[in-house]
């Protein structure tokens, strides 16, 4: 018996020999053959997972298409703004996030329905092409939260009635407050004064603002001053503006005024910016006098660069 024990023994190490030899080379040329197939596969996989852009924007002949999902809304309008070449500012903390896909709107009803809820102002100038046309060429965006409103006169320990109009009356009064500044006549300035004080749209309110800016004169001005003072902080911004523009260096101590102790610092911001563009002496005392009155940051900043692009420039050097 043992020599069949031994002849097992060690013909098992030649059967072993004989068939794991190919098998060692075949798992050799694989080892080696890995790399070449992980140098290849590895770039095609990162591009199949790299994430697709959160919002997509594109502009034709005027008509803008927009593709966004979850898209912050002040990236998405600083998007359409640079294709289209508008100007666009956001105003308060804006953080609301787009999901929506449209083709073919005008830019200023795609941009109406991006922003929602949110306050919008889009501000027109007369076209130089077409006779009465206008072009768009600001966006100006408010936080609006849906909290209720209050108008002067109510009494405050009464809850506060909720007004929201639908999308469609605004849509009506905005295109009136553009055709009532093209006539530019004594019904429409009474029109436009009248819409600044007794809209419950404060959108609309502001749009009116500046409308009575691009006319101009005293009954204009009277409407601007008393809309320093509306319940809405995006309408104060626009009549600080405005107001500026119609009054000039008469409006700077309501102004100051406003840059001392409006309660919305937003309003203030935009009190030190219409002062900014009156280039008297007056002006400059006024936004000084604020600094030591004024401690929000973002306050303080905006009245620092107001009083920078003030300074004027200083003469080149001669030459040697």
Same mark, same amino acid.
Request: hydrophobic residues 45%.
């Given at each position: 018996?043992?020599?069949?024990?031994?002849?097992?023994? !060690?013909?098992?190490?030649?059967?072993?020999?004989?068939?794991?030899?190919?098998?060692? /080379?075949?798992? #050799?040329?694989?080892?080696?053959?890995?790399?070449?197939?992980?140098?290849?596969?590895?770039?095609?996989?990162?591009?199949?997972?790299?994430? #697709?852009?959160?919002?997509?924007?594109?502009?034709?002949? =005027?008509? !803008?298409?927009?593709?966004?999902?979850?898209?912050?809304?002040?990236?998405?309008?600083?998007?359409? +703004?640079?294709?289209? +070449?508008?100007?666009?500012?956001?105003? =308060?903390?804006?953080?609301?996030?787009?999901?929506?896909?449209?083709? =073919?709107?005008?830019?200023?009803?795609?941009?109406?329905?991006?922003? +929602?809820?949110? +306050?919008?102002?889009?501000?027109?100038?007369?076209?130089?092409?077409?006779?009465?046309?206008?072009?768009?060429?600001?966006?100006?965006?408010?936080?609006?939260?849906? %909290?209720?409103?209050?108008?002067?006169?109510?009494?405050?320990?009464?809850?506060?009635?909720?007004?929201?109009?639908?999308?469609?009356?605004?849509?009506? /009064?905005?295109?009136?407050?553009?055709?009532?500044?093209?006539?530019?006549?004594?019904?429409?300035?009474? %029109?436009?004064?009248q819409i600044l004080a007794q809209d419950e749209d404060p959108i609309v309110r502001a749009q009116a603002a500046l409308a009575l800016a691009t006319i101009g004169g005293a009954q204009a001005a009277g409407a601007l001053t008393t809309a320093l003072e509306d319940q809405d902080p995006?309408?104060?911004?626009? #009549?600080? /503006? #405005?107001?500026?523009?119609?009054?000039?260096?008469?409006?700077?101590?309501?102004?100051?005024?406003?840059?001392? =102790?409006?309660?919305?610092?937003?309003? /203030?911001?935009g009190a030190a910016r219409a002062l900014s563009l009156l280039q008297s002496e007056e002006a400059q005392l006024a936004l000084e006098a604020a600094i030591s009155e004024n401690s929000d940051v973002s306050v303080l900043r905006t009245i620092t660069s107001a009083l920078a692009r003030?300074? @004027?420039?200083?003469?080149?050097? @001669?030459?040697?």
């Open positions: 018996m043992r020599p069949r024990n031994v002849s097992i023994q !060690l013909v098992t190490p030649v059967l072993r020999s004989r068939f794991l030899l190919p098998a060692a /080379r075949l798992i #050799a040329l694989l080892v080696l053959a890995v790399p070449t197939l992980h140098i290849y596969i590895i770039p095609l996989t990162a591009a199949q997972a790299a994430p #697709a852009s959160p919002m997509q924007v594109s502009i034709e002949q =005027g008509l !803008l298409t927009v593709e966004a999902r979850e898209a912050p809304l002040a990236d998405l309008l600083h998007m359409i +703004g640079e294709q289209a +070449g508008l100007r666009v500012t956001i105003h =308060g903390n804006v953080k609301t996030l787009v999901t929506d896909s449209f083709a =073919g709107l005008s830019l200023g009803e795609g941009i109406r329905r991006v922003v +929602g809820a949110n +306050g919008l102002v889009l501000i027109y100038t007369p076209s130089r092409g077409e006779a009465g046309a206008s072009l768009l060429t600001e966006v100006r965006v408010y936080h609006s939260p849906p %909290a209720a409103t209050m108008s002067k006169g109510t009494d405050p320990k009464k809850p506060a009635e909720a007004t929201r109009p639908r999308d469609s009356d605004r849509a009506t /009064r905005l295109k009136a407050i553009q055709e009532l500044a093209r006539r530019r006549d004594e019904a429409a300035i009474a %029109a436009l004064v995006s309408v104060r911004i626009e #009549a600080a /503006r #405005a107001f500026a523009g119609v009054e000039g260096e008469r409006a700077i101590p309501a102004l100051g005024d406003v840059l001392m =102790g409006d309660p919305d610092p937003h309003v /203030r911001m003030r300074e @004027p420039e200083k003469p080149p050097l @001669p030459p040697h």
